[in-house]
Structures are given as structure tokens and as C-alpha cells.
């Protein structure tokens, strides 16, 4: 069992930065694969980022490509995520979520993840 707790979310202009924490209780958190997705008002959830179970690969999606940076520590249950030159477009809450035994082809989907943090909001205006 994995619980999951986001913080660092707020209102920001257009170019500025956020840096979103999650902090993962439970001991087996280096066996799991980290995402972050986000959903806007009125729009399906969309995959993020993901990291992989070690920590040293990273995946986006397009828009974020060079904005965007995940992070993890195993040592202290963390995963981070650090978004620069933000825009409006990336207005949504954003989720933390957990998942074990995945390939790194499943990585977008939401259903292939087992435990999700419960939301904070980031606000980009322009």
C-alpha cells in the first residue's frame, strides 16, 4: 500500500516556475514506477511526466519537453516535479500517482497505475 501526498501547487504568471512535491509513505517506494498527470476544468486527465523505479529515466509528454524536469528519491520516498517557463495551457491539478510492474509503453496510461495522491492546483495566468 502506497500513499500519496502532493504539495507545491499555487498561481503563477506565464514564464514563471512551480516545483511540485510528492511525498509517498511505505517502504517498497523504489519499486514503483512515478507519474504526474494533470486535468484541466472540463478535460480528461493526461499523463505528465513519468519516472522510472531507479530514477534514471524520464518521460513527457511533447508539450512539457524542455520545461519540465521529474525527479525521485528513493532514500526519502519523494518525487518531484519542477516546471519552468509555465503557460497558461498548463492550468490544471496535478496528480501524483504510483504504479508497479509497467513497461515504459504503459507509462501514459492512468489505468496502469495503482495509488494517486489526491490533487494540488496550479493556476498560470497570462
Known amino acids: 500500500q502506497v500513499a500519496l501526498v502532493e504539495s507545491g501547487g499555487g498561481l503563477v504568471q506565464a514564464g514563471g516556475s512551480l516545483r511540485l512535491s510528492c511525498a509517498a509513505s511505505g517502504r517498497t517506494f523504489g519499486n514503483y514506477v512515478m507519474a504526474w498527470f494533470r486535468q484541466a476544468p472540463g478535460k480528461e486527465r493526461e499523463f505528465g511526466a513519468a519516472i522510472s523505479r531507479s530514477g534514471t529515466s524520464t518521460y513527457y509528454r511533447d508539450s512539457v519537453k524542455g520545461r519540465f524536469t521529474s525527479s525521485k528519491d528513493n532514500a526519502k520516498n519523494t518525487v518531484n516535479l519542477q516546471m519552468n517557463s509555465l503557460k497558461p495551457g498548463d492550468t490544471a491539478d496535478y496528480y501524483c500517482?504510483?504504479?508497479?510492474?509497467?513497461?515504459?509503453?504503459?507509462?501514459?496510461?492512468?489505468?496502469?497505475?495503482?495509488?494517486w495522491g489526491q490533487g494540488t492546483q496550479v493556476t498560470v495566468s497570462s
Open positions: 500517482a504510483a504504479g508497479a510492474l509497467m513497461t515504459p509503453s504503459y507509462y501514459r496510461l492512468p489505468a496502469q497505475y495503482n495509488y
